[in-house]
């Protein structure tokens, strides 16, 4: 292949296909080559005996600011988690609620028995912070790690260690809690505004979404990227010309293609998922362990916010360990016993899905979230690891490049 257009994007998970839509609404003629045979990257779906998998438990969060540009949510017909969780503390589960969001659980969260009441007031306040204040004040504040600024807020060891910590390090994918403050104030924001859920058809729905305005003989599937120069993209079947690059890979295969970028550790992450004939719970909502024992992040019955995602007559049980670690099938099932406070014999263990490179490491200083994405000779970089470790910041990163470029463009 020996082609030519003005800019190729180089990977289609959700930046470089944030790129493509931007860079398509404004007529400028591109092509985007993906090493793999699917859009989407680390957001995927399999189908296994009849369930829907995520690779790797991974939720919506409608509050994302740069979803609305690109979807209508409500076509994905998501199903619910409460907003807030549960904590298995020795016998007991305790329901703490976001009062923003779930009005009627609030009481019972300020009396519940995770930390102190002030604790709970105080980390009330925090959050009701980043859910108000303009981002620009946030990402504005001293940037510290996750930890010293849960500390600095006042917060007790009970609260940081039986909610904060298990609840955080399943969503930093970072036991230390050494991701920055400033990520941490934009998870608040989001997980305060908006509601998670999960897509009818499984996750892999929203890079599908994402794609179908654009035409698909555009989008060239199992096309690995050997290099990348200015003005020429190299594949196996032979170069691209083009007057621009977006590289939209994921954060190691963007240090493989353009060593000047720095390298960026990832984090990794593995759900084991299990099916039940009866749900262990009749809520859609995470149970975490207050129990400081740190093997489990979270576990959650999928099925009960998304029926879809299990047969008729079953349940589909996504439980996530943080680190490269990932103990035997057997550790976890008892920890999901001690969890749920039941037997677990009767459940069937479907898959385990590992992901060693899941999300890029954000510790501080990460300043306003917005690495450049423009490197110089029409040269340009896309992906997670340019603003927050998320979906939203996967999107927005694409976004941005794409401004980039046709500010490049119109310019040259
Ligand atoms: C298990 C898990 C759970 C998560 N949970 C959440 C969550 O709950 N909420 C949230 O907001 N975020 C979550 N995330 C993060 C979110 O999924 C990612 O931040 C986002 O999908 C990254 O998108 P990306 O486009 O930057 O990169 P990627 O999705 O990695 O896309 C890069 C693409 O580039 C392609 N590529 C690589 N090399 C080449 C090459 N040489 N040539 C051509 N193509 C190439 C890859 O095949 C891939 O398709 C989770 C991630 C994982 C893995």
Not at 38 to 54: E, H, K, N, P, S
Not at 95 to 102: S, Y
Not at 194 to 214: K, N, S, T, V
Request: a neutral charge; charged letters at 20%; one cysteine or more.
């Amino acid at each position: 292949m020996l082609a030519e257009t003005d800019v190729v994007i180089v990977g289609g998970g959700l930046a470089g296909l944030a790129a493509a839509r931007r860079l398509h609404r404004a007529g400028v003629p591109w092509r985007l080559v993906e090493a793999g045979d699917r859009l989407g990257g680390r957001v995927a779906t399999d189908m296994v005996d009849g369930y829907l998998i995520d690779r790797g438990f991974q939720v919506l969060n409608t509050a994302y600011p740069r979803l609305g540009t690109l979807l209508d949510t409500n076509r994905l017909n998501l199903g619910y988690f409460t907003s807030g969780v549960l904590v298995r503390k020795g016998d007991k589960l305790l329901r703490m609620v976001n009062p923003l969001r779930e009005p009627t659980g609030g009481p019972g969260t300020a009396l519940a028995g995770v930390g102190s009441l002030l604790d709970r007031l105080r980390f009330a306040a925090l959050a009701t912070g980043c859910a108000t204040l303009p981002p620009s004040r946030l990402l504005a504040a001293p940037e510290t790690s996750t930890e010293t600024a849960l500390r600095r807020a006042g917060l007790s060891d009970a609260i940081i260690e039986e909610l904060l910590r298990p609840f955080l390090s399943g969503v930093l994918l970072d036991r230390e809690l050494a991701t920055s403050s400033h990520v941490l104030a934009m998870v608040l924001r989001s997980f305060a505004r908006g509601r998670i859920g999960l897509p009818a058809e499984g996750m892999a729905a929203l890079p599908r979404a994402i794609a179908a305005p654009l035409p698909a003989d555009l989008l060239d599937l199992d096309t690995p990227v050997a290099e990348v120069a200015p003005g020429r993209v190299r594949t196996q079947a032979g170069d691209i010309r083009c007057r621009a690059v977006v590289v939209a890979v994921d954060p190691p295969a963007a240090s493989a293609l353009l060593p000047a970028l720095a390298t960026v550790r990832m984090h990794s992450y593995t759900t084991y998922y299990h099916s039940a004939a009866e749900p262990p719970l009749a809520e859609p909502i995470l149970l975490i362990d207050g129990d400081r024992r740190e093997i489990v992040a979270n576990t959650v019955v999928l099925s009960n916010a998304t029926a879809t995602y299990a047969p008729a007559g079953r349940h589909l049980i996504a439980t996530s360990v943080v680190g490269p670690t990932a103990p035997p099938e057997p550790t976890i099932r008892a920890e999901l016993t001690r969890l749920y406070g039941r037997s677990t014999a009767d459940w069937t263990h479907l898959t385990t899905v590992a992901v060693p490179q899941a999300l890029p490491a954000a510790p501080p200083p990460q300043g306003r979230l917005r690495k450049p994405v423009a490197l110089g000779e029409c040269l340009f970089v896309a992906g997670d690891h340019r603003d927050s470790p998320s979906i939203q910041g996967a999107l927005t990163s694409g976004w941005r490049a794409a401004g980039a470029v046709l500010d490049e463009l119109r310019a040259g």
